[in-house]
């Protein structure tokens, strides 16, 4: 299942299905991370900083962690250590995606 992540040939409409946090097995996930032009990766996890492995397409990294592991957060070419905008579930749906095809999602602000 890791080799999956490992590679860069995973094809997708959806980023959320390869990037971010996935379950890899019982007591372990992966947070896979899209960075184009780094030659290394570094995220904070749970207060360590940790080099993430290279994937291998250019700008893929992944890490394998521990199910347990809440603060997660990736460095930025800026320094900024922030969280990984993929390791959260879509806020758009398949409807509004439609909708705004159909350019007809008159009411998108209203929550």
Known sequence: MLET???SHFISHDPH?????HPLDDDHDVIVAYRP???DCYLQLDGKMVLMEKGEGEGVFFEKISKSSQSILLYHKSGLLAHDPYSFTAQISDVDQYLFAKGVHYNSMIF
Do not use: D, N
């Not at 299905?17 to 946090?21: E, I, P, Q, S, V």
């Open 5 to 7: 992540y490992k590679s």
């Open 17 to 21: 299905a390869f990037l971010g946090r």
């Open 37 to 39: 032009g780094f030659l």
